[in-house]
């Protein structure tokens, strides 16, 4: 079992940062990639951005690629998603997720959501 603790988001204004943090507990020795995804009114729930454990292996939808970035800080088992230039389409609700090995197949545990609001 992994649990993640999201903290982060708020209200800004179009072109201002913000960064999200998700801290993972229990057994985060079998995470092997975690995800950034966003859901917003009236939409699907659309993946944001992706890292696993490779130099390499850190992915974003178009839309972001350029503006987010993806840290960890592996001594506290968080991850951080920084939000640059933001704009009013990337208000939503952002969740962070993690693949473990040896459980479900995907992302099998989600952190709760913080909202993130984008005013022009």
């Known amino acids: 079992q992994v649990q993640l603790v999201m903290s982060g988001g708020g209200l800004v204004q179009a072109g201002a940062s913000l960064r999200l943090s998700c801290a993972a507990s229990?057994?985060?020795?079998?995470?092997?990639?975690i995800g950034w995804f966003r859901q917003a009114p009236g939409k699907e729930r659309e993946f944001v951005a992706s890292s696993g454990k490779g130099a390499d292996s850190t992915d974003y939808v178009d839309s972001v690629r350029g503006r987010f970035t993806i840290s960890k800080d592996n001594a506290k088992d968080t991850v951080y998603l920084q939000m640059n230039n933001l704009k009013p389409e990337d208000t939503a609700v952002y969740y962070c997720a993690v693949a473990t090995t040896g459980g479900s197949v995907g992302y099998a545990y989600w952190g709760q959501g913080t909202q993130v609001t984008v005013s022009s």
């Open positions: 229990g057994r985060t020795f079998t995470i092997y990639r």
